[in-house]
Nanobody, 130 residues
Framework: QEKLVESGGGSVQAGGSLRLSCGTS????????MAWFRQAPGKEREVVAW???????LDGDSVKGRFTASKDSAEKTLDLEMTNLGPEDSGVYYC????????????????????????WGQGTQVTVSS
């Protein structure tokens, strides 16, 4: 069982920024495919970004140009820098990982489905007010 712990959520005005972190282990950062997801009330869970073990990153369509996912090996975190936030970005943000999906994030190919990730954090709430 891999441990994933999200932090950094909060409330912000539209146009503002937030930085989320997902604390994990070096093993997960180096060997697993990871991803950020979000879920708003009454909506399906939506991918924000996939981050593979080799550093390949694919952004979800709704956040391209505004959100940046990255890995911090020193801090052992998967981070998500969010800028120009709008009310539509509100929701619970989750970090997920699965070593079985390592190598599946490839530009030009369908990324791994949400339901394939086995390990999830508890989520962190992001609220953006207009």
């Amino acid at each position: 069982q891999e441990k994933l712990v999200e932090s950094g959520g909060g409330s912000v005005q539209a146009g503002g920024s937030l930085r989320l972190s997902c604390g994990t282990s070096s093993h997960v950062l180096d060997h697993a495919c990871m991803a950020w997801f979000r879920q708003a009330p009454g909506k399906e869970r939506e991918v924000v970004a996939w981050v593979d073990s080799d550093g390949t990153i694919l952004d979800g369509d709704s956040v391209k140009g505004r959100f940046t996912a990255s890995k911090d090996s020193a801090e052992k975190t998967l981070d998500l820098e969010m800028t120009n936030l709008g009310p539509e970005d509100s929701g619970v943000y989750y970090c997920a990982a699965d070593e079985r999906l390592r190598g599946t994030v490839v530009r030009g190919r369908p990324p791994p489905r949400t339901d394939l990730f086995r390990y999830w954090g508890q989520g962190t709430q992001v609220t953006v007010s207009s």
